[in-house]
């Protein structure tokens, strides 16, 4: 799988749903400038770190190809950059988590989807195993969650959904630690 260019935000931005978060505007072209600047920031990251990211989107390939759902496997990137509170990850995977028709509500609704109605059951166990993954601690919150998780989906996609949320929290380690600068909200309606 080759990897887009780490200068081109545009094209990265259009690449498919495991991509790695793109390379983002300089502080001054975003929408609001960080209060910090960036440890190292993606472009850099890229330059000096090839084979991390081409490992990073080896595995986001491997789900790919899986055939999980790019709208699911981007509900749970969101959910996992919010609890990780990673800005870069987020604002990245809320782009294309809309580009691949999540519906709004279920963006919006995201911290608080214990208490909605508006995620199908099998949304409900990925976001169940999502979190149990991101903060590990409760043996029994991660057993339930595994129930739920095997109730829905099949061995294979248990795997897969297992090494999109390992990837995920990856990348949210690296973009948060590192500090890259959140890329601007893409256009697109109510923008």
Known sequence: ???????????ASSTSST?????APSPASSPAAPAHAARIDRPE????????????????????????????????KVRASQLNGCAFCLRFHLDLARRHG???AKLELLPAWREVAVYTARERA?????E?????????ASDAAWAQVQAEFSRAESAFLTASIAAI????RIAGGLQFTPPAPAAGPGR
């Open 102 to 104: 999540v519906d709004a």
């Open 132 to 140: 149990a993954l991101t903060r590990p601690g409760r043996a029994d």
């Open 19 to 23: 991509s790695s978060p793109s390379s």
């Open 169 to 172: 929290n990856a990348w949210n």
């Open 1 to 11: 799988m080759s990897a887009p260019s780490a200068s081109s935000a545009s094209s």
């Open 126 to 130: 990925a976001l169940a195993w999502t």
């Open 45 to 76: 990251f890229d330059a000096v770190a090839p084979g991390v990211v081409a490992a990073l989107r080896a595995l986001g390939g491997a789900v790919d190809d899986s055939g999980l759902e790019k709208p699911l496997t981007e509900l749970i």
